[in-house]
């Protein structure tokens, strides 16, 4: 197994407050609009690099630090991209804005840069902007280890080790159980893993992971089988637990977007109950004062089932997935059913008639239902733009 890293690339994510000394050039008379204006997106770097510390006669100023890398970007450089998504994920000199700084982190890594093919690949495995996804975090991971030249098997000691040294959160993790790997070495994957997007809010805390279960669907060309070009030491082998990565099972539910669309049916089951009743009202004085209602006849107790699928069921599609719906609404037809055939005097306090206490009981199961499957991640939640997509790298 051998690891090379390009020269292009730097070994260490290079954000904000990083800065690169070597070049000895006075940017104290250096601007943001002539160096744009000369198509100079080097210096525009150099210019950020300088701002980031206050270094070559360039003032502290992280806001002109920004201003150059986004104008670098401007000028097509993948590291002006990255440097100034690490400003927005991290919201340093800015507000925090997670999708702008994910859209700027993947153009960078599909103009190739390195560090940002990494970020995005922890962005997907830890669900920040994007929905967790493993799979596509896998897309990400495999093409770091070809332009890294990380070679072996996916599973093998060597290469989540060398994976995790890139910064890949998803090896980080794993070398953490690895009995060979020292207490430093694994504490200075974790310090790498947070520069490349571990410390950010509102990542998931995964799980420990089985190396070959987070590959899914991995092209064969991408995972080499042949002896890695360095023998590995004996090693014991990494612990692998069952699943992929995911949080702990009490956040593995999707208690607040559950919650909120349960909320959301109750009121839409409640106002479809009680305009029902009042249409029913409103249709027997009809009745008795005109005569027979078109289609429905004298049979105004049918009011009450049509407005409950009409101002019920169907505003559910908006807050819920269609399967979730068609769902809850099976098992609000069986409970209608059973409703509507188990009705007897006694409940005649509650329901004088039987579509009513079919509608009671079909509007139980239905919101029972709906409770136990939005929590389970059947209720819709916001798309990001640009999330679904998988570039072809």
């Known amino acids: 197994?051998?690891?090379?890293?390009?020269?292009?690339?730097?070994?260490?994510?290079?954000?904000?407050?990083?800065?690169?000394?070597?070049?000895?050039?006075?940017?104290?008379?250096?601007?943001?609009?002539?160096?744009?204006?000369?198509?100079?997106?080097?210096?525009?770097?150099?210019?950020?690099?300088?701002?980031?510390?206050?270094?070559n006669g360039a003032p502290k100023d992280l806001e002109k630090c920004l201003a150059c890398y986004v104008a670098a970007a401007r000028l097509g450089s993948a590291e002006g991209d990255y440097g100034a998504g690490l400003f927005y994920l991290t919201g340093r000199a800015i507000a925090q804005d997670f999708k702008e700084g994910a859209i700027r982190m993947r153009a960078a890594g599909e103009k190739g840069y390195l560090p940002a093919k990494i970020y995005v690949a922890n962005l997907y495995e830890l669900g920040v902007y994007y929905k967790s996804d493993t799979e596509k975090a896998s897309v990400w991971y495999r093409n770091v280890a070809r332009q890294a030249e990380v070679s072996g098997a996916i599973d093998s000691p060597l290469y989540i080790r060398a994976m995790s040294e890139l910064g890949c959160v998803r090896y980080a993790l794993l070398v953490q159980h690895d009995p060979e790997v020292s207490a430093a070495d694994k504490g200075g994957a974790l310090r790498k893993a947070r520069a490349y997007g571990y410390q950010l809010p509102g990542a998931a805390p995964p799980a420990t992971p089985s190396a070959a279960a987070m590959h899914v669907r991995a092209p064969a060309r991408s995972e080499p089988t042949a002896a890695p070009a360095v023998?590995?030491?004996?090693?014991?082998?990494?612990?692998?637990?069952?699943?992929?990565?995911?949080?702990?099972?009490?956040?593995?539910?999707?208690?607040?977007?559950?919650?909120?669309?349960?909320?959301?049916?109750?009121?839409?089951?409640?106002?479809?109950?009680?305009?029902?009743?009042?249409?029913?009202?409103?249709?027997?004085?009809?009745?008795?004062?005109?005569?027979?209602?078109?289609?429905?006849?004298?049979?105004?107790?049918?009011?009450?089932?049509?407005?409950?699928?009409?101002?019920?069921?169907?505003?559910?599609?908006?807050?819920?997935?269609?399967?979730?719906?068609?769902?809850?609404?099976?098992?609000?037809?069986?409970?209608?059913?059973?409703g509507y055939l188990g009705w007897i005097k006694p409940l005649a306090r509650i329901a004088a008639e039987r579509p009513t206490h079919a509608i009671i009981a079909a509007s139980a199961g239905l919101l029972v239902t709906l409770l136990v499957l939005g929590i389970q991640g059947g209720a819709r939640t916001k798309r990001h733009p640009r999330s679904s997509r998988v570039p072809r790298l």
Not at 310 to 327: E, N
């Open 1 to 55: 197994m051998s690891r090379r890293l390009p020269e292009a690339a730097p070994r260490e994510p290079r954000d904000a407050d990083s800065s690169d000394d070597a070049a000895d050039a006075d940017l104290s008379r250096a601007t943001v609009e002539e160096l744009e204006a000369a198509g100079d997106a080097e210096g525009l770097l150099a210019l950020a690099r300088a701002h980031s510390k206050g270094a």
């Open 231 to 338: 023998t590995a030491p004996a090693a014991a082998p990494v612990p692998a637990v069952a699943g992929p990565i995911a949080p702990r099972l009490a956040s593995s539910l999707a208690w607040g977007p559950g919650v909120g669309a349960f909320a959301l049916a109750s009121v839409f089951v409640a106002v479809a109950i009680a305009a029902g009743h009042v249409a029913v009202l409103g249709a027997r004085e009809y009745v008795a004062r005109v005569g027979e209602l078109r289609l429905l006849g004298v049979r105004t107790e049918l009011i009450v089932p049509a407005t409950f699928v009409a101002l019920g069921i169907v505003p559910l599609f908006f807050v819920y997935r269609a399967v979730t719906v068609v769902r809850a609404s099976a098992v609000a037809a069986i409970c209608a059913v059973i």
